[in-house]
C-alpha cells in the first residue's frame, strides 16, 4: 500500500506561481512513474503532467495547456515529486491530484485546491 498526500495549493493571483509537492511512502519510490491531474469547475479530469522512474530517465511529459508554464521534478531521496506552476491563468483553477503508479497499480492522494484569481 502506498500513502499519497499532496500538498502546496492555495490561492493566487493570475501571473503568479505555485509550487506543489506529492509524498508518497515505500522503500521503492525512485520505480515510481508519477502523475499530476486536476480537475477544475465542471470538468473532467485531466492528466497535466508525468515524471518517468529514474531508470526510464525521470523524464517529464505535459499537456499542451500547460507546457512551457509548469515543470515537474522529483527527489528520490525525499520521495518527492514537485510540480512548479508559474504565469498561472484564472483556467488552472482547480483540485490537483497525484497519482502514483507501483508495479501497475495506482495510488491517489486526497488533491489540493488550486485557485486562481483574475
Known amino acids: 500500500q502506498v500513502q499519497v498526500v499532496e500538498s502546496g495549493g492555495g490561492l493566487v493571483q493570475s501571473g503568479g506561481s505555485l509550487n506543489l509537492s506529492c509524498a508518497a511512502s515505500?522503500?521503492?519510490?525512485?520505480?515510481?512513474?508519477v502523475y499530476w491531474y486536476r480537475q477544475g469547475p465542471g470538468k473532467q479530469r485531466e492528466l497535466i503532467a508525468f515524471i518517468t522512474r529514474v531508470s526510464n530517465g525521470a523524464v517529464g511529459n505535459y499537456a499542451d495547456s500547460v507546457k512551457g508554464r509548469f515543470t515537474i521534478s522529483r527527489d528520490d531521496a525525499k520521495n518527492t515529486v514537485s510540480l512548479q506552476m508559474n504565469k498561472l491563468k484564472p483556467e488552472d483553477t482547480a483540485i490537483y491530484y497525484c497519482c502514483v503508479n507501483s508495479w501497475g497499480r495506482d495510488y491517489w492522494g486526497q488533491g489540493t485546491q488550486v485557485t486562481v484569481s483574475s
Open positions: 515505500g522503500s521503492t519510490f525512485s520505480s515510481y512513474t
